[in-house]
Structure formats: C-alpha cells, structure tokens
C-alpha cells in the first residue's frame, strides 16, 4: 500500500497533485521517468511520469488531469488514503547534459512532468529558456516552481487570462526566431508536440517529446505502447516515454490513444451512476 | 487379424475415461473452466487401466520426473491422499500441472498403452489428486527443515520462480520472490485464462508458499526499482532469475500499429490479469470484436481465440501458415477451440492490414501458403502461392506468432551472458549464469517454451543453488546430481 501523503487540487479541481508513499521508487527515480499507480483491486494500471521525488522522504509525486473513470477515482482518494499499488521507477530516464540554451516548452499536465526535465537541464549547466501554456489562468500550475529553475519564463493562456494571449508556439516561434537553441524539450498534448516538433524540424532543432500511449505492464510486455519512431516500433514504456520528436509519428499516436474512446466513456458513466446511488 | 486389432484398439479407446467437460454452446460465452474434473470412481476406473510397468518410460517423459506408476497405483487403491504425495515429492505445483501440461508429448506421449490405443489419462489422473488434496485443505506436511541461514532473491513469480522457492523452502533456505506486476503467478496469472487455469488455483499454491515462509514482493522491477548489484548487497546469497521471455513479436507488415491490432500479451493480460473481460465492474476495457483473427496455433492463440468466443465475437478465426499437423498448442486445445467454433484459416499468411479512416482495423489481405522443403524446426517450410492474395474482414486482430527475450533486466546487468536471441546463457543441468551466485531459468533461457519445462528448469537450478549455499567455500563449478 502506498499512503497519500499529500494532496493538493489545482486548476478547479480538474488537476491533483499527490505526493505518495514509495520509498523505493523514490530512491532510483530520475526526470523523465514514470510510475504506474492502481487504486485498488478492480482498478486499472495508470502510468503517470512523475512531477518530482523526495528520497529522504521515500515519496514521489505525480500530478495528473481528470479525465475518466481511473482518474476520478484517484481524484477520490484523500490524504491519508492509500493506492493499492505503485510500481517503477519505468522508463529511460532524460538525457541531462550541457548543451547550450535550451527551450522547455510544457502545456496543460504537461508542465509537470516538464517541472524537473526542466530543473535537470538548468542544474545541468544549460541556460533555459521556459514556455508554459494552459487554456485559462485558474488551470496553470506550477508557474513559480518553474519560473524558479528558468532563466527566463513565458506564460501563455488560451483565453488571455493570464500572460500572452495565445499558444506556447507563438511564444516559442519568437524564442527560436531570437536565440541559438540546442535543445527543445517539449511536454503536453499530442497535438502541442507534433506542432512543435514540425517549427524546429526546419531549423534543425533537436526535440525531445515525452509520450503518454496507452499502456499495460510498463515492462515491454504488452507492446500497447508502441509508437512509430523513424518508420520502426519501440515500446514507449522501455524505450521511451522520450523520443525524439522529429521522428514520431504523432498522428497514429493521437489514433492509438483513442482506441478505448468508446469504453471509457462507458466507465465513466458506470462509474458516476455508482455515486450516484 | 487387422480386425481383431482394430476391436481391441476400439475397445481400449473407450476404456480411457472421459472428464467431463462442460458442453461447447454453453462454455463457449462463460469464462468457467471447461474440463470439470473426475469423480474419485472416474479416477478409480482409470487408475486401473495403468499397466504398472517394470520399466515405466513415462517417468521419461515427464521434465520434474514425478513417479507416475507409483502415483497412479495409489489413485487405484484409493490411497487419494498418500497419491498427492507422492506427486509431491517432485512437484509441489501439480494442480496447475495437471491442467496445462502438454501431455501427448510427455509422459502420456511414452506411455505403453499410447501404442495401441489411448493412453492412460495422466494429467487428469494428477489434477484429480490435487483436487482432492485441495478440498480437504491436505497440505504438505514434510517436517520443517532446519533453518540454513542462507538467502536467496528469486526474480520472477512465474512457474519456474515458484518451483525455486518451493525447493528452496524444503531445504531451509530463505526466498524472496520478486514480482514485477501486481499479483504473483507470472504467466499463470497474466497468460492462462481462468477457463484453462482458475486463478484461484495458483493464489492457493502462492499461498502455501507463503505459509511455508516465503516472501513475496510484488511490484519491484529488477533492473529498475532494485538491480541485480543491490540484490547482492542486499545480503542475497544468491540469485535465481526465471523473468520468462515476455517481448511480443509483431508480424512487421503494413498496418500493424491500426487501432485493433493487439500483442496476445497484452489481449490475454487484460483479460486475465486485469480482469477485463469483467468490464465495466472491473475498470480495464477490453478490446470487442464481432469478427476476431488470432494469428498463430500455438496455445496462446487457442486461448486468445477462445477468450475472444466468449466475449461475444460472431467468428474467430485462427490465421495459421502452416497446416494443421504442424500447429504447436496441446492437441485438447485444438479440439476444445474448435468445438468451441473456431474456425482454422490453415495454410495461409497475412500480408498487410486495412484500416479505414480512424485508423481502426477492418481488414486482413493475406495470401495462400503451400508446404514445401523442411526447415531448421524440421517442420515444412510453407512457401506463399504467387497471386493467391485475398481479403478476410476483421475488426480486431490478436497476434500470437510467439515471443522473444525481454531485454529489461538483461540489459541492466553487466556480465550476464546471453545468445544472440538476447537469452541468458545458462548450464542446461544446472542453471548458471557467467555471473558468479546467478542462476536462471524457464523461457528467459530457452525462449518460449511450457509451465512444466520452465518448472524442470527450476528445479535443476534449486538443487544446484542448495548445492552451491552448503558446500560454501568450494569454488569448483561442476555440481554433481
């Protein structure tokens, strides 16, 4: 068992933090790697990539969006409450070397598994240049732990509620117009990344993605994960979750991970019948 | 002459007993196992049949070497519980045994009355007797050994893991198995489904090895969570790696990443392992299609075809390029499939999938095979008929065509010797590695293979590890059976 430690709501309630209980994950954990979780026994197996670790603490902390039925269960565990299991640390983790300047560009929950890519690059030597983006001011998070480990912060919002009036590519076109980039990390939706990946593709920009297919075992077992990376198969959960983002193809992605769009609707539907009653 | 042997054939055929099985149109939409077992007069009946030989060569035949006249003797005295004990001197997994063993080519496969007619139904004969055992709650009773003080980290909760630790235990040592999923079992648990292998039957035999002293971790990865080096100075004294060969292999033709085109891994770990067949009470979905192509005939793809039956697909069809005599799953699997309303699509080969404009798989083009010259396997080659290519529809495709080395943990371990396959080099008597205090076995050895050879392989390692932790100081590597 694996005991919240602490919980935090964000952005409406739509985004939880929960710094939980794994001593062992805690200790090996590095930026870019992920966990899964499962709440209890009927549960599903979630992988979730990490927002930070805490060794001496024995904890690590996920920080994820609300979108189906696992995730309004997980949402439903309070402090003190327990996830039946977590396992990990799963996944390669980032690549952190000094390279230059280098773009850390994160939207929606994105932004948190781009909190400590970000921090690794910065404590790596690198100057960092930071995008983040969210569709309102009340769903960004994370702003001033990111504006901590950047020598520079962008803040975007959809609807102007909050630093520039528009997307994190409009900021980061200026960004690679104006500056020498090495790198460009890029975490968010899958659309975001693929967008991103097509503006520094020209300039020849290295870009790394982190991916988010769906997946069962994390191990290289299931094979669900696959992605198509430079026209072969590599299983995001041990090859990945970081790609390089000029050689994804983020369209059969974006498929891939509407296979069960029909399933978890249903769920999630089941699932607040369930409260309901 | 010919005649008088045909009648008795006829007659010895219908002397071996026949389980019980739960009938086709019934089981073919429920997830309860199929095969209901023998009453003890079945068992009696059958029991009788055995010639009790001199020289038993099904004894041969069988990977832990159980002695089968002996065990069956008892079965025909009645002697049920002095019978599971005897079975448990050399296996102590025999419920899971009993039921998935491939037995036509092991024990019953050397079997003297397999010359002239049927042979007698040791599997069944075994399962009845650890039934039995295990509805009256009959442990294994063997005195507790003295305590050696020694540890030994077993990676893997599969069929090979569980026969280390078991052996272990009797011999006093101390196990740690550890898991890297959520429950213990291995393919037992993630692979077989409850309809071949009810699950509670492996959380009993996980259970008495826990009640004899095991410790079970589950959800430790060893490669990421813990290595092999923090495993030694953890105080391990040695190491037992049985991780299976769990990468699946895909067919690398167009269309293979379409929505609907799933690994048997991960079709069968969702089903099995999460439960989804239960969906929505259990919260993993499960993949449905009204007309299912499994690729493959082993018995992987048996038991992913018969899953997909029974979640309510209104054909499965089992795409295989060679023919039926060379399909490598259990002659009952086969048989039960089909009686189950498989269809076999034999002699024929995929060669791109089609999708539509969502990405979702509609359509298989394969092309007809025929077998020509024999291949390394000794098996025909089948070779494609040019310009015989022709689309089946399908809205959800299993691949079963095997599996290859998971590089997880091998990867993350220097020294650890492997083939060119990415198998770890392993004494085939003994089950060490080039790593001094690491033994391995089961499918991360010899690539895909069954329970009851990974759970041979467990034992031979177990008594080289028991070997090896009492004769400390000596550096020879050779041990001795």
């Known amino acids: ?277 | 002459m010919a005649e008088n042997e045909d009648l008795a054939e006829k007659e010895r055929e219908k002397n071996r007993v026949a389980m019980p099985e739960q009938e086709p149109e019934e089981r073919r939409r429920n997830f309860e196992e199929v095969p209901l077992g023998y009453t003890p007069e079945m068992a009696v009946a059958e029991a009788s049949r055995c010639l009790q030989c001199k020289s038993p060569t099904c004894i041969e035949g069988c990977p832990v070497e159980i002695d089968i006249p002996a065990f069956i003797r008892l079965i025909k005295e009645e002697k049920f519980d002095e019978a599971i004990r005897k079975i448990w001197e050399k296996n102590r997994l025999p419920a899971i045994c009993g039921r998935v063993c491939p037995q036509e080519t092991q024990c019953e496969g050397r079997c003297l009355l397999a010359k002239k007619g049927r042979p007698i139904a040791i599997g069944n004969l075994e399962r009845f007797a650890a039934d039995s055992a295990r509805e009256k709650g009959l442990k294994d009773l063997s005195p507790k050994p003295e305590p050696s003080g020694k540890r030994v980290a077993i990676v893997g909760s599969g069929p090979a893991g569980l026969t280390v630790a078991a052996d272990l235990l009797a011999r006093g040592h101390q196990v740690t198995i550890f898991e890297a999923l959520h429950k213990p079992g291995g393919v037992l648990v993630y692979g077989i489904p409850e309809f071949r292998l009810p699950k509670e039957i492996v959380a009993d035999e996980v259970e008495s090895l826990e009640d004899q002293g095991a410790e079970i971790r589950c959800n430790t990865v060893i490669g990421r969570t813990i290595t092999m080096d923090e495993l030694f100075e953890e105080g391990y004294d040695a190491i037992f790696i049985g991780v299976g060969a769990g990468l699946p292999r895909f067919m690398n033709i167009p269309g293979e990443n379409l929505v609907g085109i799933l690994s048997a891994n991960e079709y069968l770990t969702r089903a099995n392992l999460m439960k989804a067949y239960q969906f929505p009470e259990y919260d993993t979905p499960m993949p449905k299609g009204k007309n299912v192509v499994v690729l493959g005939a082993g018995n992987v793809a048996m038991d992913s075809a018969r899953t997909a039956m029974r979640l309510g697909a209104d054909s499965v069809r089992i795409v295989y390029r060679r023919s039926r005599y060379e399909m490598p799953a259990r002659a009952a699997e086969i048989h039960h499939a089909e009686e189950e309303g498989v269809e076999f699509l034999l002699l024929t080969n995929p060669t791109r999938f089609l999708g539509d404009d969502e990405g979702r798989v509609v359509g298989m083009e394969c092309i007809r095979m025929e077998l020509g010259e024999p291949d390394a396997s000794g098996r025909r080659r089948p070779v494609p008929i040019q310009g015989s290519e022709f689309e089946i529809p399908c809205d959800l495709v299993i691949i079963a065509v095997g599996t290859g080395a998971n590089p997880l943990l091998t990867r993350s371990t220097d020294g650890l010797e492997l083939n060119r396959r990415g198998y770890i080099v392993a004494d085939p008597e003994t089950g060490e590695t080039s790593i001094e205090g690491v033994w391995a076995g089961g499918d991360i050895v010899t690539g895909s293979a069954t329970v009851i050879e990974a759970m041979g392989a467990g034992r031979r390692a177990a008594r080289s590890i028991h070997e090896r932790l009492t004769r400390d100081l000596q550096p020879s590597k050779s041990v001795e059976d």
Request: one cysteine or more; a negative charge.
């Open chain 1, 1 to 277: 068992m694996h005991q919240i430690v602490r919980r935090e709501e964000m952005a409406n309630g739509n985004v939880i933090l929960n710094e939980i209980e794994a001593p062992y994950i805690a200790r090996k954990a590095k930026p870019g790697q992920f966990v899964i979780l499962k709440a209890d026994e009927r549960g599903e197996r979630i992988p979730l990539t990490m927002a930070d670790t805490d060794p001496e603490r024995g904890t690590i902390t996920v920080i994820y969006k609300v979108v189906g039925k696992s995730t309004e269960l997980f949402k439903s565990l309070k402090e003190g409450d327990s996830y039946q299991d977590a396992v990990g640390p799963l996944g390669q983790p980032t690549h952190l070397e000094k390279v230059g300047t280098v773009a850390c560009v994160g939207g929606g929950t994105g932004i948190a598994v781009l909190y400590p890519i970000t921090r690794g690059l910065k404590r790596a030597g690198n100057r960092v240049i930071s995008i983040i983006g969210a569709r309102t001011a009340d769903r960004l998070f994370l702003e001033e732990e990111m504006r901590a480990v950047s020598d520079e912060l962008f803040v975007c919002t959809d609807d102007g509620s909050r630093g520039h009036h528009g997307f994190v590519t409009e900021i980061l076109k200026k960004v690679l117009e104006e500056e020498t980039l090495s790198l460009v990390v890029a975490v968010g939706p899958v659309l975001m990344m693929k967008l991103i990946s097509e503006m520094t593709r020209p300039r020849g920009v290295k870009t790394i993605v982190s991916l988010n297919p769906i997946m069962i075992d994390g191990t290289g077992m299931c094979g669900g994960c696959r992605v198509l990376v430079d026209g072969e198969n590599r299983f995001a959960c041990v090859d990945g979750p970081e790609f390089d983002g000029h050689k994804v193809d983020f369209d059969q992605l974006m498929q891939r991970l509407g296979a069960y769009q029909s399933e978890e609707r249903k769920s999630s539907e089941a699932h607040r019948c369930r409260l309901e009653r």
